[in-house]
Structure formats: structure tokens, C-alpha cells
């Protein structure tokens, strides 16, 4: 149950602006913050973990701000939500080894050897950069920037920049991580 909770959460969450944007034209910020709420449970039964629990609260407290004052910024504020928690996820394994990119590393090569950690910890200490840059623009997103845009940044140009940064790690694993 877990597992498909996972998944269908992972799904929810890449899905989420596309659903968002397009029900913004047609409904009243209300009627989609359940929506969000349906995405905050599916957290909640995908990983019981703190992280996910915290912002599974999050994003529950912004589907009741959005249900309450029927605004859109709420719901275009969930994007924040998941960048903080993935850079309190990746910042916190920084202070308690391993990191979270040594344990997806070793996934692949369970015989990762020590050397390769300084290596990971550049890289987990890159994601968290990323994750405050992606959050920042996020942010801007949808206190600045019109529902398409907000949409177009949130839905697609930061899966693919997520995309190049775990392309990039991949590839150069190899060369520094031995």
C-alpha cells in the first residue's frame, strides 16, 4: 500500500501544476484545493516520515487557506513547500551521514568505496543549492508571475533542470566518486 501511495504521490506532485493551471481558468480556487489536499494525504500515507509529514501539514494548511479566502496563491505556493523539504532532507543528511546522494548512490554500487565520499557530499551540497534556487524561482512564480508561467516553470522547466543535475551526477560518478 505504501508503495503505490509513493507513487501515486510522486505522480500527484508532477502533475500538480498542470491540474492547478488548468483549473484556475475554470474554477474557483476553492473547488481546487481539494486537489491539494488529495496530494498532502497521498504524502501522508506514502512516507511516515517527519519530512513528509511536515509537509504533507503544509500543504493541508494551504488547501484550508485556499478553500477559506478562495485564492490561488495558496495552491501555487505548494512548489515551495516540496523544495524546502527536499533541501531540509538533503541539508540534514549533510549533519548526519550519509547523504541522501551517497544512499542513492549506493543503491546502484553497494561497494562504493570511502573515497568517493567527498565527492557525494559535493553533490548532495549542490542539490541543496539547487533546491533553494528552484524554490526561489518557484516563489517568484507564483507571487510575480501570471498562472502560465507559474505552470510552465513548475510543471516542466524545473523537472528538466532536476533531470540535467541528476544526468550530470550520473555521469560524472564515475570519474570522481571511485
Not at 495552491?75 to 549533519?95: C, E, Q
Request: hydrophobic fraction near 60%; proline fraction near 7%.
Amino acid at each position: 500500500m505504501a508503495r503505490a501511495a509513493a507513487a501515486l504521490a510522486w505522480l500527484a506532485t508532477l502533475l500538480y501544476p498542470l491540474a492547478i493551471w488548468l483549473g484556475l481558468a475554470r474554477f474557483e480556487p476553492r473547488n481546487l484545493a481539494l486537489i491539494l489536499l488529495v496530494v498532502a494525504l497521498l504524502r501522508v500515507f506514502a512516507s511516515p516520515q517527519p519530512a513528509w509529514l511536515l509537509a504533507a501539514g503544509a500543504a493541508a494548511l494551504l488547501s484550508l487557506l485556499a478553500w477559506l479566502g478562495n485564492a490561488g496563491l495558496p495552491l501555487k505556493l505548494y512548489p515551495v513547500v516540496v523544495n524546502t523539504v527536499m533541501l531540509a532532507l538533503f541539508g540534514w543528511s549533510l549533519r548526519h551521514p550519509p547523504t541522501v546522494i551517497e544512499r542513492i548512490a549506493r543503491l546502484r554500487h553497494p561497494d562504493l568505496p570511502g573515497q568517493a565520499r567527498p565527492w557525494l557530499v559535493k553533490v548532495t551540497r549542490a542539490w541543496c543549492l539547487f533546491f533553494v534556487g528552484n524554490g526561489a524561482v518557484a516563489l517568484w512564480t507564483a507571487l510575480a508571475g501570471s498562472d502560465a508561467a507559474w505552470a510552465l516553470y513548475n510543471g516542466a522547466i524545473a523537472y528538466v533542470l532536476m533531470g540535467m543535475m541528476f544526468l550530470g551526477e550520473w555521469w560524472l560518478r564515475p570519474k570522481h566518486a571511485r
